[in-house]
């Protein structure tokens, strides 16, 4: 039975527990940390159909002044930017590498992110792996893991407060 | 170790510290805003929001950034309410609805299809199980009603098609108590969440969510509110349930109103709710008026003191009626004499709610007797408000079943449920003491009670026109 409960009520949510740890890698300090210092997002499988997931939180991330730059080998431009086909080929430092790939692509991925310097690990929902998340912890990243970008963005610092999210803030100072 | 005199160093942020209920109770939801530092959660009175430009116009349209755009869907005073009620239960967020009902019906519609099948507690709140049995079955919804202390029930009730199983926390008006990890289990093990509703008990209580509950919901118009003002309701996601299971196309599936997005795909933990808001509060229209939020809100401040004092006053007017020689039973399982006393003691520790059962001597007409003796319990159709209540099931929600169908529903006819508000706790039982006078009175003397003088006068001036 998955039931225990390692309420965070503080932090909001009630993480799914499974082998894995995962509240590890979604400590609400190192989510802010990322969105608040980043400038530029590498979006790993960033698709361009504008219905998919990859492409809402490239949408939104670059509504809200960050600097996406797709990484996706078969396309050449995406949101007005140009595609990389690795993270290795962007010619510039990039803060976030934000997942959208099957769990088994991860540990590639975090090693090239390690190589380019980036920041943080961002693995999406779903983008589960512990292997990658080792390898990126190992390198000095912060890891992000089955959490959305753009949501976190909207719920801490966004507008998605009037969807009635539970962010756990607590606080009397004005915002 | 915390410094007595506040917090160290090492504890000072505040984005790490698990605050306390009370404190939550009274923060969560809202800070003073940038514009006018408004310490309360101000009461945004607007049925619609004006966009930056055109192209937010459309994201918001497409979900793909989040605004305000229509109060139907979404109200920055209910979120406030919203927010504050998903901290307390320990869920994801919340979505709020117009009643209890219309809550249950948006929790249950975005998660079922025509053709899937309910099992649910036969120990709920009347007006429920004909919503499910009756109202439902018109959404080719079936439902089976199980005895919610027998655990094989539950399991012998799963059907393929068995999407929600679904029970109250405490039983209205019975007063069971739900073993909530218990059945949490059977409904995991067949792939569907259960949904609890957590009224009599409010999240100060039991939060059943801790217990393996995937959706929590609640009649705000109850202890939430806790001042008998305004009708509402709302929905907790616990955030936990895996909608792409396979079962739930409804959920997980693309959606055919936002051209095809993937709503558990793109909001992960929080598709479920995105649903219900973007689809079925937008599309069933049930919103929550953002000045029954505003009201909600201020309740909530104190619902912790409330229900302590609710709880302790309910324990004193139990146990005064457990000792009257008028009265057949108490069904509080606040005493220890209750089948439930144990496991109340397990998940409400705090207390077993402050709504029971009270069976009384003498039947139908002592129930009426006893009612009409009062002055300070109110005769309403209502529970939880600061203002004590007391409803007869047999002369009023029950009224139409005969004495021999009253037992299945857990009522019998000399039944009369008491709702303890937060009055002096000697006044109650001085009320309550008039109306078993007038109990014994009746038994003694068989004068009609007024409901039979009204009923007999009706018949004799229909005798008279005929």
């Known amino acids: 039975m998955s039931t225990e409960t390692s309420a965070n009520l503080n932090g909001g949510a009630a993480q799914k527990v499974e082998a894995l740890d995962i509240a590890e890698y979604q400590d609400p300090r190192t989510i802010r940390r990322a969105l608040l210092t980043a400038r530029t997002v590498a979006v790993v499988g960033l698709s361009p159909n504008p219905l998919r997931a990859s492409y809402f939180v490239g949408y939104y991330l670059q509504r809200h002044g960050y600097r996406i730059v797709p990484v996706n080998p078969k396309e050449q431009e995406i949101l007005g930017e140009i595609c990389y086909p690795s993270l290795g080929a962007i010619p510039f430092p990039v803060d976030v590498v934000d997942v959208f790939r099957r769990p088994e692509a991860v540990p590639a991925v975090a090693e090239e992110a390690v190589r380019i310097g980036a920041k943080t690990l961002w693995l999406q929902f779903d983008v589960i792996s512990p292997e990658g998340a080792a390898i990126a912890k190992a390198g000095g990243l912060d890891v992000v893991m089955d959490r959305c970008m753009k949501v976190e963005h909207a719920r801490y610092l966004g507008k998605m407060r009037w969807f009635g999210l539970n962010t756990g803030v607590i606080s009397s100072k004005r915002e | 170790m915390l410094s007595e005199n506040g917090a160290t160093p090492e504890s000072a942020d505040e984005t790490l510290r698990q ?48 605004g305000n755009i229509y109060s139907r869907i979404m109200n920055p005073t209910v979120a406030a309410f919203e927010e504050r009620v998903a901290n307390l239960e320990g869920g994801v967020g919340a979505v709020a609805f117009a009643s209890g ?44 009603l199980v005895d919610p202390d027998d655990l094989d029930a539950w399991r012998a009730a799963l059907r393929l098609n068995t999407k929600a199983l679904f029970a109250e926390t405490i039983g209205n008006p019975g007063g069971n108590i739900l073993d909530i990890a218990a059945v949490a289990e059977i409904a995991h093990e067949h792939g569907a969440p259960l949904l609890v509703d957590n009224t009599f008990a409010s999240p100060y209580l039991c939060r059943p969510i801790e217990w393996g509950a995937d959706i929590v919901l609640h009649s705000a118009t109850k202890y939430i509110d806790g001042h008998g003002t305004s009708i509402g309701g709302i929905v907790i996601d616990a955030g936990k349930f895996d909608w792409s299971n396979g079962r739930f196309a409804t959920v997980a599936a693309p959606s055919a109103e936002y051209h095809g997005l993937e709503f558990h795909e793109t909001f992960g933990l929080y598709g479920y709710l995105m649903k219900l808001r973007a689809e079925t509060l937008r599309d069933l229209g049930a919103a929550l008026s953002p000045f029954n939020a505003f009201l909600y809100l201020l309740g909530l401040e104190t619902l912790p003191l409330r229900m302590e004092r609710h709880v302790s006053n309910a324990l004193g007017v139990a146990r005064f009626l457990a000792k009257h020689p008028l009265v057949e039973r108490v069904r509080y399982a606040g005493l220890p004499d209750s089948p439930y006393y144990e496991r109340a003691q397990r998940y409400l520790p705090k207390g077993a709610g402050a709504v029971f059962a009270v069976d009384l001597k003498g039947g139908r007409a002592a129930g009426q007797r006893f009612i009409e003796a009062l002055t300070l319990w109110t005769h309403l159709a209502n529970v939880g408000d600061t203002k004590s209540l007391v409803i007869h099931p047999a002369s009023t929600t029950h009224r139409q079943l005969s004495d021999e169908e009253l037992p299945a529903t857990g009522v019998t006819p000399g039944t009369v449920r008491l709702s303890v508000g937060l009055e002096s706790l000697d006044d109650l039982i001085w009320d309550l003491e008039k109306g078993l006078h007038a109990v014994k009175a009746g038994l003694t003397t068989g004068a009609p009670t007024q409901a039979d003088a009204r009923d007999s006068m009706e018949t004799k001036e229909v005798e008279a026109q005929a």
């Not at chain 2, 929790?107 to 919503?131: C, E, K, N």
């Open chain 2, 19 to 66: 605050f306390g209920f009370e404190t939550r109770a009274i923060h969560a939801g809202h800070r003073p805003d940038p514009y006018t530092g408004a310490s309360v959660a101000p009461l945004y009175q607007s049925s619609a929001f004006a966009f930056e430009d055109t192209e937010s116009a459309a994201a918001y349209f497409n979900l793909q950034e989040y």
């Open chain 2, 101 to 144: 009902m219309a809550a249950q019906v948006g929790a249950f519609f975005t998660m079922l299809a025509p053709g899937d099948h309910i099992v649910a507690s036969r120990s709920i709140y009347g007006g429920t199980i004909t919503q499910l049995k009756i109202t439902f079955a018109k959404l080719s919804l079936d439902v089976t």
